[in-house]
Nanobody, 124 residues
Framework: QVQLVESGGGLVQAGNSLTLSCAAAARTFSSFAMGWFRQAPGKEREFVAFITRSDRITYYADSVKGRFIISRDNAKNMVYLQMNSLKPEDTAVYYC?????????????????WGQGTQVTVSS
């Protein structure tokens, strides 16, 4: 069982940066692949980024590539999403998710555990 708690959301102006954190309560956190997803009002949940377990391979959605950075600290059971050059279209609820198979999926259904989400609003 894994419990995930996101933090760090808020209101920012376009062009600014924000870093989201996700704290994981899991004895074997390092064995999970971790992902960030987001959901804007009236839209489906969409993939943002993932990071694999110990090898820490990262992958990003085209819409955030070059602007967002996902990282993890296995010693602290934490995963982060550094968001730079934010745009109004980045406005959404951001979710942290864990994949116990340690895979590398962009599909929400591959992730068994989810946090409650944190709101990010980017003003123009």
């Amino acid at each position: 069982q894994v419990q995930l708690v996101e933090s760090g959301g808020g209101l920012v102006q376009a062009g600014n940066s924000l870093t989201l954190s996700c704290a994981a309560a899991a004895r074997t956190f390092s064995s999970f692949a971790m992902g960030w997803f987001r959901q804007a009002p009236g839209k489906e949940r969409e993939f943002v980024a993932f990071i694999t377990r110990s090898d820490r391979i990262t992958y990003y959605a085209d819409s955030v590539k070059g602007r967002f950075i996902i990282s993890r600290d296995n010693a602290k059971n934490m995963v982060y999403l550094q968001m730079n050059s934010l745009k109004p279209e980045d406005t959404a609820v951001y979710y942290c998710a864990a994949d116990r198979e340690g895979g590398s999926s962009v599909q929400p259904r591959a992730y068994e555990y989810w946090g409650q989400g944190t709101q990010v609003t980017v003003s123009s």
